[in-house]
């Protein structure tokens, strides 16, 4: 999927989220979905103030 295909959803959102998690690596998930590593990391904040959860520890967080 490319950004292109992304309009801002919270679908696209988990999917950033996904892809991260998928590839291992912030940066693959991110260059995965065709979005700078900032972009993918305000979708992730984005994703987990809508959940009311922190979604990533350790390496993978930004």
Known sequence: MTRAALNGSRADEILTFLAIVET????????SMGLSRSA???????????????????????
């Open 24 to 31: 291992g690596s912030f940066v693959s998930g991110s260059r």
């Open 40 to 62: 993918a990391g305000k979708a992730l904040s984005r994703l987990e103030v809508h959940g009311g959860a922190r979604l990533l520890n350790g390496p993978l967080a930004p």
